[in-house]
């Protein structure tokens, strides 16, 4: 990891997409939109290697039995590719917690497969989907985390120190994650000296140190105020084009869609309609992607 994410102009990322040049969020309602049917056939360049970062097969997700059933999530099939940054959208209840849940191994689908880089997440031992939780896996939701009586520093520390890594090395990556979130200074104070869109950095420095590659966000400006919440959509772009982060951002925000390289729309469950992915020119007739 070198530099601060976003300092650099926007480049092509792993997967062959590029961010939007235009990061002022102009476009309020996202255009483009396609079927979802199409999502299996797309060949990203990056699958010619390695399997798409993420991939739901036909997966549903049900609470309860009998009259009360819920269904969260229903027939969802979509695939992620590797450096990608897709926005779920939806009415609330529609299940974009749930599809963001089943990703991390936080829930286990009712039927289908969630496949996380080539790896069905059935097949894999709760060991071994725990380790894949700390080690692969960031998640940053609405409600922080960040732990009051550890400073910025140490929370950022933990879930290194949590695996074992020396404290010693643990604060030096911390230190530059930090810093590639465009936090360098006050790192020994704690979360509450900071203002929302800080500390909300500080959680996305602890999302993804130690080179996570899926990083899953459920609503993470809900709390900022409109400057606020830029920055960090920015700064989550960046991740994203720089650094081949991988992320699923849930959001209300219909203005995030210009920093995104696609949006997903759910709705009563299922994805009803999502944006062509953003690969430039590389996308023909909104639906094939050729190298
Ligand atoms: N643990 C649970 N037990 C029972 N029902 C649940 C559970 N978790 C979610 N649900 C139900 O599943 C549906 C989808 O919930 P989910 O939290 O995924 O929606 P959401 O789109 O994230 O909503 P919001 O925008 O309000 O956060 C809702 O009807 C919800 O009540
Ligand atoms: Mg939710």
Same mark, same amino acid.
């Given at each position: ?134 080690? +692969?896996?960031?998640?940053?939701? #609405?409600?922080?985390? *960040?732990?009051? !009586? =550890?400073?910025?520093?140490?929370? $950022? ?67 900022? +105020?409109?400057?606020?919440?830029? #920055?960090?959509?920015? *700064?989550?772009? !960046? =991740?994203?084009?720089?650094?081949? $982060? ?46």
């Amino acid at each position: 990891m070198s530099g601060q994410v976003g300092a650099t102009p926007p480049s092509s990322n792993p997967s062959g997409s590029t961010t939007p040049s235009n990061t002022t969020p102009s476009n309020t309602t996202p255009s483009n939109t396609m079927n979802t049917t199409c999502p299996q056939s797309i060949s990203f360049d990056a699958q010619k290697v390695s399997p798409p970062m993420l991939q739901y097969i036909d997966v549903v997700k049900s609470y309860g039995t009998g009259s009360t059933e819920v269904r969260a999530v229903t027939d969802v099939s979509l695939t992620i590719g590797r450096g990608e940054f897709v926005a779920v959208m939806g009415p609330s209840g529609c299940g974009k917690s749930t599809l963001l849940h089943l990703a991390g191994a936080l829930e286990t689908p009712s039927a289908g497969r969630v496949i996380v880089d080539g790896n069905d997440l059935a097949e894999m031992s709760v060991r071994d989907q725990a380790e894949m939780r700390r080690r +692969d896996v960031g998640y940053v939701f #609405q409600s922080l985390n *960040l732990i009051p !009586a =550890l400073t910025c520093l140490e929370n $950022v520390m933990l879930p290194l120190e949590l695996d074992g890594v020396a404290t010693k090395q643990a604060r030096l990556l911390a230190t530059e994650a930090l810093h590639q979130v465009g936090l360098d200074h006050s790192l020994d104070r704690y979360p509450d000296d900071f203002s929302g869109g800080q500390r909300q950095r500080i959680a996305i420095a602890r999302a993804v140190i130690g080179d996570r590659r899926l990083l899953l966000t459920d609503e993470p400006t809900g709390a900022l +105020d409109t400057v606020n919440s830029d #920055q960090v959509v920015e *700064l989550l772009a !960046a =991740l994203a084009r720089d650094r081949g $982060v991988t992320i699923v951002m849930v959001t209300h925000e219909p203005r995030f869609a210009s920093w995104t390289d696609r949006v997903v729309f759910m709705r009563d469950g299922r994805i009803v309609d999502q944006t062509a992915p953003d690969f430039g020119a590389t996308v023909s007739s909104g639906i094939g992607v050729t190298s």
